[in-house]
């Protein structure tokens, strides 16, 4: 078996290539927001937090923090409550024209960012909504819920079918039961999406681009700042966004993950 | 007789095109302990989910204490139900998911808890009060369940297959902590179950289901002894059953002759006429067996193929020329009289009156 | 699954049923639909005027340049497609098959990462990494090769492209392979099957499906990609999205930007419907 175990270390090596390609970009950009050198090269240049200090003293990268963080954090709400609805009702409910239902929610991540946004855009100005700051939240929640609905739904699934029946049949009324059931039983999943939609619409530049008019939000600013030239504050930014959207994907496999173990054991 | 607790008149549920009750009438009086037993898919738990609201039946009315339930929610209803799957509330402890019913009732918290850990410690399991229950063993979880649905006080307790998820030994014993509830607490039990020793240890009054239809209605001396038709006693089991022709009929009695030989039957309430098909039931305790042929009376040579030894019972499985299975139960200090072992021939015999003739199915 | 009670609408139904048609419906359809509208609307003087007219379509399509772009994106887009599924299938093979299921967990875990950080700033990270004193450059200069030009070339948009859809590609490979009743492999084997015809004569047939569904959202998010052509491609080539990009902001042309859109969208859904049929086709002569 020695040309399996030659096979094993090579396949090895090739995924470990794989990974190096995919964590690359982010751990040179981590690496470059403190280094000196304008063009970052081999060998590195000095260890400095010149960059850092850039876009501490700008205020514009400070309003686009803030509005980066109204959008995801109001994203997140909106999403995770739209997509708990949906999910909750694909549990429950059979009913006509479900497929159709679903695909509402479902088909907005299938289409390009790109002609969502002209879309929205489009739409937007069409009804006198655009170019403000929930007109970004409004088309992240469309693009978003899906997510949360998708781990929602996926919690569900591991509920007892019967435990909303034994609810009912406690004395507790639909309404009761959800609040006192179902929304404790979704849980960790409800927090799982809102971290997960807070990420994504934390990420997301094309339709916040299009749509937000002068309300930019931190992936905006990159992108204008990556327009003009090479600028090394856009890997400080990066690294800020980068540290807080890998922040909000591992808050919310944690909580995927624990209640994953839980189920498991029992 | 008191007026009935619940009535069950010509309920029927159909779930599109599928039935699953044909038409149930039925009652259910107040204190007894009444199994409903079935094979799956008999229709017997959908009985049950009719009965705590949890499905609407599609004809017929269901009243407790003379008021129609058809269309009254599932919550207001005092009807709590012990599920197969338990269904307790993972992400509460113990006392938590006793105290749940009160909660929804609006009990004040200081009741609630004080009413939950009274039931708790009724169920023996007071030390695992705020635990939580994926900690809990399948013994704890049933009591948990049990005193979950107790701790409301109601009038008739629902139970759909709730032993079933357990261990063999744990059955018995939870069948008697059952038993001895329902006596203390009298109130109504009703109780689903496939499994005939689980029904007719308990109950007293079983109800037999098959195809959306009840098959028979007794105690469990009625059904084991004087099965109606031939799915009872099929169902039931550890009976003798023997199909032919009907030769002569008398005042009480009649000719029955079987691949396995001519019978005296007691004819009953049953109206045998003569050159018609009969079946007739003989329960396998009733059996005598004997090493020399019997004089007179019902019998039949058979070979031994088989023994089963159930503690101090043991069941023989015979066959006759004809390759008929007979079955004959009895105690085990009795058989060691015999000296049997594989292939002896012995002979059964059976009092005309252990005969049961069965209505035509 | 059993019928429950109340099963006419009622209002707790309604209040789990409806929040998502109404906000689809006014936020997602609507724009859709707009878009489709708009691509009929007329533009004088820098304003949008609603019409009824097909100039738009005619003048778009009739372009040369419209279809030089069309063509190329699809063309660098297929590219993708096979570059990706290509470069994933060993790794996804090993996660699949020679690795734990923790390992396996783990690297699934790690790869769902990047599909939710900044995609744009990982493209601009590339385009340091790779530039003409990059690093690349840089340790390949110690070695006495380059200095390569990567940047401005279809290399470069590959390598944009490869970052965003390597990591769902592995994922989607791996669980697909992983979900492979590992019997009929070994079963494969001691037929006498050689690893090389195992993959094509068993794994590939049999995780068809999955492979399919991943190669279709590569082909989607390439197609739809407008940072990796633009920065790393340096717009040597104009791809569809940097055309409404173009058109959009630069133009005002919305009406004309919307054409472009409707025909990306319409290529998109023929080729995911066509890529659907062939993995729940059965084969021939399957029971």
Not at chain 2, 193 to 213: C, L, N, P, W
Not at chain 3, 44 to 51: D, F, P, Q
Not at chain 3, 116 to 145: A, C, K, P, Q
Not at chain 3, 171 to 179: D, E, P
């Amino acid at each position: 078996m020695n040309t399996n175990r030659t096979l094993n270390v090579i396949l090895g090596i090739y995924v470990a290539l794989i990974f190096a390609f995919v964590f690359a970009p982010i751990i040179f950009s981590m690496i470059f927001s403190f280094n000196s050198q304008r063009f970052p090269t081999i060998p590195l240049g000095n260890f400095t937090t010149e960059w850092y200090a850039k876009i501490l003293a700008d205020p514009d990268v400070w309003e686009a923090a803030l509005n980066s963080l109204i959008v995801s954090v109001s994203t997140a709400v909106i999403a995770t409550f739209l997509g708990f609805c949906t999910a909750y009702s694909d549990f429950r409910y059979n009913f006509r024209f479900k497929g159709p239902y679903l695909a509402l929610i479902l088909l907005p991540p299938t289409i390009p960012l790109i002609i969502m946004a002209l879309a929205m855009l489009a739409w937007f100005s069409k009804i006198g909504m655009s170019g403000q700051i929930y007109s970004i939240v409004i088309a992240h929640s469309v693009l978003t819920a899906p997510f949360a609905m998708a781990v929602i739904r996926l919690r569900l699934n591991q509920m007892d079918p019967d435990l909303e029946s034994a609810a009912w049949n406690l004395g507790g009324s639909e309404w009761a039961t959800m609040r006192h059931v179902i929304i404790p039983f979704c849980k960790p999943a409800i927090l799982s999406g809102l971290f997960l939609t807070a990420a994504v619409s934390f990420d997301e530049f094309a339709v916040s681009w299009f749509v937000s008019g002068l309300n930019k939000t931190l992936p905006v600013i990159i992108l204008e700042i990556v327009q003009g030239n090479i600028d090394p504050q856009v890997n400080a930014i990066g690294t800020f966004v980068f540290l807080i959207s890998m922040t909000l994907v591992v808050l919310a496999q944690v909580f995927f993950a624990s209640r994953q173990m839980k189920s498991m054991k029992s | 007789m008191s007026a009935p607790l619940v009535v069950f008149d010509k309920v029927q549920k159909h779930f599109g095109k599928f039935v699953a009750v044909k038409e149930l009438d039925f009652e259910i009086r107040e204190g007894e302990f009444l199994a409903i037993m079935g094979p799956s898919g008999c229709g017997k738990t959908t009985t049950l989910r009719m009965l705590a609201g949890l499905e609407a039946p599609t004809h017929g009315e269901i009243r407790l204490n003379g008021q129609v339930m058809n269309d009254v929610a599932p919550h207001e209803r005092d009807t709590p139900l012990v599920w197969q799957s338990l269904a307790l509330f993972p992400f509460l402890t113990a006392r938590e998911n006793v105290e749940f019913g009160l909660k929804m009732r609006g009990v004040d918290k200081a009741e609630r808890k004080e009413r939950a850990l009274r039931w708790l410690e009724k169920m023996g399991i007071l030390e695992f009060a705020d635990r939580d229950i994926s900690t809990l063993s399948g013994g704890q979880k049933q009591r948990v369940a049990l005193a979950r649905s107790l701790v409301m006080e109601p009038q008739i307790l629902l139970l759909d297959e709730p032993l079933s998820a357990l261990d063999a030994h744990l059955v018995i014993r939870m069948q008697a902590v059952l038993t001895d509830l329902q006596r203390e607490l009298g109130i109504t039990f009703v109780y689903v179950t496939h499994s005939q020793s689980e029904a007719f240890a308990m109950a007293d009054r079983v109800i037999i289901m098959g195809k959306g239809e009840i098959a028979q209605i007794g105690t469990p001396k009625d059904i084991y002894r004087e099965p109606a038709n031939q799915f009872v006693a099929e169902f039931v089991g550890r009976n003798n059953i023997l199909s032919g022709t009907v030769e002569s009929v008398s005042k009480d009695t009649a000719r029955i002759t079987t691949p396995s030989g001519e019978f005296t039957v007691p004819t009953n309430e049953v109206r045998l006429i003569k050159g018609n098909k009969a079946s007739f039931v003989i329960s396998a305790d009733l059996v005598h067996i004997a090493k020399d042929e019997p004089k007179g009376g019902n019998k039949a040579q058979c070979k031994l193929i088989s023994e089963e030894f159930v503690g101090s019972m043991v069941t023989l499985f015979l066959e006759d020329a004809q390759g008929h299975e007979f079955k004959v139960q009895m105690q085990e200090r009795e058989l060691s009289k015999f000296d049997l072992k594989g292939g002896d021939k012995i002979w059964l015999s059976w009092d005309t009156q252990s005969a049961h003739v069965l209505n035509e199915s | 699954m059993s019928s429950k009670p109340n099963k006419s609408i009622n209002l707790y139904a309604l209040t789990w049923r409806l929040p998502i048609i109404f906000w689809q419906f006014i936020f997602f359809v609507g724009p859709v639909l707009f878009m489709v509208a708009m691509s009929f609307f007329l533009v004088k003087n820098y304003r949008m005027t609603e019409a009824f007219e097909f100039v738009n379509w005619s003048k778009m399509l009739s372009r040369g340049y419209f279809w030089d772009s069309y063509w190329y994106t699809v063309t660098i887009a297929a590219i993708s497609t096979i570059c990706a599924m290509c470069i994933a299938f060993p790794a996804a093979f090993a996660l699949a098959f020679r690795a734990s299921e923790s390992t396996r967990r783990w690297a699934i875990f790690l790869l769902i990462i990047p599909f939710f950080t900044s995609y744009l700033v990982r493209t601009f990270s590339w385009f340091v990494i790779l530039s003409e004193n990059g690093v690349v450059n840089g340790i390949l200069g110690y070695i006495g090769l380059g200095p390569y030009t990567m940047l401005n070339t279809n290399f470069g948009t590959l390598v944009g492209y490869m970052t965003l859809t390597l990591p769902l590609v592995v994922i989607l490979q791996t669980v697909t392979m992983a979900n492979i009743d590992k019997t009929l492999i070994e079963a494969a084997r001691n037929l006498g099957c050689k690893p090389l015809a195992t993959i094509w004569q068993v794994i590939i047939p049999l995780s068809k499906t999955g492979l399919i569904i991943a190669a279709i959202f590569c082909f989607i998010l390439s197609f739809g990609d407008f940072v990796a052509p633009f920065y790393l491609g340096g717009s040597q080539e104009t791809t569809l999205p940097i055309l409404i990009l173009d058109t959009t902001k630069s133009g005002q042309q919305w009406p004309r930007a919307a054409v472009v859109a409707i025909m990306m969208m319409g290529t998109l859904f023929a080729i995911a419907f066509t890529g659907i049929a062939l993995a729940y086709r059965k084969r021939k002569g399957q029971k």
